[in-house]
Nanobody, 115 residues
Framework: QVQLVESGGGLVQAGGSLRLSCVAR????????MGWYRQAPGKQRELVAT??????NYQDSVKGRFTISRENTMNTVYLQMNSLKPEDTAVYYC??????????WGKGTLVTVSS
């Protein structure tokens, strides 16, 4: 069983920064990718950024502002968020996608950006 534990959410003013962390614990054997998704009130969950091996992928709206990184030895993924905007307000979920096709999710961490 795999458990994803997120941390780092909170309240920040527009233009500020936050860093999210996610640690994968348990039977973590074959990680194809790790990433972050978010869900704003009344909206569907959407991809923010993913990292697999050395490749990264970002949603267009966060390119140049957010940076995803991964520490393989500790099964940890980070999301550095700079120049935050009110529209970035959402619950952010950590995701682990295994080579067997199974997706694991964290419980989510709330990011609130005030104007």
């Amino acid at each position: 069983q795999v458990q994803l534990v997120e941390s780092g959410g909170g309240l920040v003013q527009a233009g500020g920064s936050l860093r999210l962390s996610c640690v994968a614990r348990g039977s973590v054997f074959t990680i194809e990718s790790m990433g972050w998704y978010r869900q704003a009130p009344g909206k569907q969950r959407e991809l923010v950024a993913t990292v697999s091996d050395s490749r990264t992928n970002y949603q267009d709206s966060v390119k140049g502002r957010f940076t995803i990184s991964r520490e393989n030895t500790m099964n940890t993924v980070y999301l550095q968020m700079n120049s935050l905007k009110p529209e970035d307000t959402a619950v952010y979920y950590c995701n682990l996608h295994s080579y067997s096709g199974i997706d694991y999710w964290g419980k989510g961490t709330l990011v609130t950006v005030s104007s």
